[in-house]
C-alpha cells in the first residue's frame, strides 16, 4: 500500500513538473524570426521550398519544447524576387514586428540588400545561398550557408574548369555569358579568374537583361567564336532559355553549363526534360550518392510528402536541406549561448562546428563555408519529363570533387545529347 502512495506521488510531481513546464512556456513570449521570402516572382518555386523546410524545422523545434522554453514563431512577408522590395520588409520586422531574430531570403539578389540594414543594427545574419555577398560587406556577423567555400567565386565553377582541363587536348578558348544580375556576376567573375589560370582565352564576355525572352541571337553571337567552352551564369527562368536555344541552335562545344540555377530543382528537370542531356552544371546531392548522405533521408521524406501535396518541388534535393541546415546552425547556437545576444551568438558560430542535415558545418572567417562542397555534374540518359526519372540513380554523372565522382566527363557537348 505504501508502494502504491508512494508511485501515486510521484506519477503526480512528475504531471506537476510537466504542466508547469508547459505553462511556463506559454507565459514566455515566442521567439520570433523575421524574413522575407520569394514567393511569387521568377525565384518563387525555390523560395517556397525553402519556406516548407523551414517551417519543418519549426515544427521539429516546438515539438520538442522550442528553444530557450520559447515557442518559435515566423513572421515573413514576400519579397517577389525583387531586391527593391527587401529593406522596407526588413525595416517592418524589426521596427512593427520585433522580431528577435532575421535570416535572409534565398538567394544573392536579395541578400545584398538585406546586409546594409543587418550591419546598422548590428544584428547576426544567417544567409541562404548568397554566391559571395560578404565579399562587399565584410561583415563579421554574417554567415552563408551554401557549400562554396571560403572563396565562394572560386568554389563555385573550380569544377567545370577541373573537368575541362582534363580533357585531351585540353581547351583554348571559352566564352562567358550570363544574366546582368548580383548571382551571375559574382559567378562570372570566378570564372574569369579560373579562365586566366588555365590559360583560356576568352573569345566572349558578355552579359544580357534579366528579362530576355528570346536566347536563339546570344547563343548563335556564342557559337559565331566556337569556343571550346562555353560556361553560363543564370537564373531559372534564362536557364531553361539558354538550354533550349542550345538545342534549337545547334550548339558546337565541347562543355556548355557550369552555373545554371534551375535544373536542380524538379520543375526544370522535367520541363527540360532530354534537352537537358550532355549539359555540365553543379548540383549538391544526387540519388547516386545515396549512401554517402545517408544523414538526408529523414528529412526528404518528410519533406516530399509535404511538398508533393503543397505542388512545390517534389525532389528536393538542392535547396531544401540547406534551408533546414540554415535553422539549425541558428538553433544550436542560441542553445550554447544561452541567450540571443547577437554579438555572442556571432562569436560562437565563428568558432564552432554545427551537425546539420547536410553534413558537419564550420565557417571560415568571412563567414562563408570552411570547405567548398560544389559538385559538378554532367546530365545523360534523361527519356522523356518524368520526375520519378530523377529520383533514380543513372541520371546524373559526378564530376568533381573526387570523392564524390561516379563517371568521366563525356565531350563533345553536342554529340553526348542522349
Do not use: C
Not at 16 to 27: D, H, P, V
Not at 186 to 207: E, F, I, P, S
Amino acid at each position: 500500500m505504501k508502494l502504491i502512495r508512494a508511485l501515486a506521488a510521484l506519477v503526480a510531481a512528475a504531471l506537476i513538473a510537466i504542466s508547469g513546464a508547459a505553462l511556463a512556456q506559454q507565459t514566455k513570449p515566442p521567439l520570433k524570426i523575421g524574413f522575407g521570402m520569394s514567393l511569387t516572382g521568377p525565384l518563387a518555386g525555390n523560395g517556397k521550398a525553402a519556406l516548407i523546410s523551414m517551417e519543418i524545422w519549426r515544427d521539429d523545434v516546438n515539438a520538442k519544447g522550442g528553444i530557450l522554453g520559447r515557442k518559435v514563431e515566423f513572421v515573413y512577408y514576400d519579397d517577389q524576387t525583387s531586391p527593391a522590395t527587401v529593406p522596407s520588409i526588413y525595416a517592418k520586422l524589426l521596427d512593427v514586428d520585433k522580431v528577435d531574430l532575421i535570416v535572409s531570403g534565398y538567394g544573392t539578389n536579395v541578400i545584398a540588400p538585406t546586409m546594409p540594414i543587418a550591419m546598422q543594427r548590428k544584428l547576426l545574419l544567417m544567409g541562404l545561398f548568397g554566391l559571395n555577398v560578404n565579399s562587399k560587406f565584410k561583415y563579421d556577423r554574417y554567415f552563408q550557408i551554401m557549400p562554396a567555400g571560403p572563396e565562394p567565386a572560386i568554389g563555385w565553377s573550380q569544377g567545370f574548369f577541373d573537368a575541362a582541363m582534363g580533357m585531351n587536348p585540353k581547351p583554348k578558348t571559352i566564352a562567358l555569358v550570363g544574366a546582368d544580375a548580383e548571382y551571375p556576376a559574382m559567378a562570372l567573375q570566378g570564372a574569369r579568374a579560373h579562365a586566366k589560370k588555365n590559360g583560356l582565352k576568352v573569345v566572349y564576355d558578355k552579359t544580357y537583361p534579366p528579362k530576355t525572352v528570346d536566347y536563339a541571337p546570344i547563343v548563335r553571337a556564342i557559337q559565331a567564336t566556337n569556343p571550346d567552352l562555353v560556361f553560363v551564369a543564370s537564373y531559372p527562368p534564362d536557364s531553361a532559355g539558354m538550354v533550349r536555344a542550345a538545342n534549337e541552335v545547334g550548339l558546337k562545344t565541347r562543355m556548355f553549363g557550369g552555373g545554371l540555377v534551375g535544373p536542380q530543382f524538379a520543375a526544370l528537370k522535367t520541363q527540360l526534360g532530354p534537352m537537358l542531356n550532355g549539359v555540365v552544371n553543379y548540383e549538391f546531392f544526387v540519388p547516386d550518392l545515396s549512401k554517402q548522405f545517408p544523414f538526408l533521408e529523414s528529412f526528404l521524406k518528410k519533406y516530399q510528402d509535404r511538398a508533393t501535396k503543397e505542388g512545390v518541388d517534389p525532389l528536393g534535393f538542392y535547396l531544401p536541406p540547406y534551408a533546414y541546415a540554415m535553422m539549425q546552425v541558428l538553433e544550436q547556437a542560441i542553445t550554447k549561448v544561452g541567450s540571443l545576444d547577437q554579438e555572442k551568438l556571432a562569436a560562437h558560430i565563428h568558432k564552432a562546428e554545427f551537425d546539420t542535415f547536410v553534413g558537419k558545418v564550420r565557417f571560415a572567417k568571412n563567414g562563408e563555408w570552411a570547405k567548398s562542397r560544389v559538385m559538378m555534374t554532367q546530365y545523360h540518359s534523361i527519356a522523356g519529363n518524368s520526375a520519378d526519372q530523377f529520383k533514380k540513380p543513372g541520371k546524373v554523372t559526378v564530376l568533381y570533387p573526387k570523392e564524390y565522382k561516379t563517371g568521366d566527363l563525356k565531350a563533345p557537348y553536342h554529340e553526348n545529347k542522349k
